[in-house]
């Protein structure tokens, strides 16, 4: 599954803007808390390294946007590291008016994958997921970006248990683009 995943990401990774005369990246955080149904009461866990990348590609209206991911959790008794892994998305905009030939804005929904390793729970997990959302865009360099999302995660323990969840999120990314 790991090479599967970084197969996706190398084939993507060749969709870079390297024809338009203009580029841009766009380097933010994201913000999370995780709260799930099995976790003691008053437990949650914070990304502490919530960094957040996204460039568009050669295709219209497509972006690559990668998410870092580092869980400390949060508890009552033994706080600790928990999760540490990384996400990536491809949000497809619909661009309903004039906009910017690099910077996208508005509209969008995107398919994606991520993959941590828990290390208090020992278990590495992967997601497939798809996240519809909008994509504010304030003085062409200062994005925010509200969505939701969707999909199925797939937990493999090491004791050989494997079991299979669908989660449900909502994700904010505040972020700055820079032209080049």
Request: proline letters at 6%.
């Amino acid at each position: 599954m790991k090479k599967l995943l970084i197969v996706f990401i190398l084939f993507f990774q060749a969709l870079i803007v390297f024809g338009q005369k203009e580029h841009a990246i766009m380097l933010g955080f994201s913000p999370a808390v995780t709260i799930e149904p099995e976790y003691p009461s008053g437990a949650f866990d914070l990304n502490v390294f919530p960094i957040a990348i996204q460039y568009p590609s050669i295709i219209d209206n497509l972006d690559i946007r990668f998410l870092g991911l580092l869980n400390y959790g949060i508890r009552s008794y033994g706080s600790a590291l928990i999760n540490i892994g990384g996400e990536i998305c491809f949000p497809y905009h619909f661009d309903f008016g004039p906009g910017h030939p690099v910077i996208s804005k508005g509209f969008f929904i995107g398919p994606g994958a991520a993959f941590a390793r828990n290390v208090h729970y020992n278990h590495t997990n992967y997601s497939i997921f798809f996240e519809p959302g909008y994509h504010f865009l304030f003085n062409d360099n200062f994005s925010l970006i509200i969505d939701m999302q969707y999909g199925r995660t797939f937990f493999n323990y090491d004791s050989g248990q494997q079991i299979v969840k669908n989660h449900f999120g909502v994700k904010v990314v505040l972020g700055w683009w820079l032209k080049f």
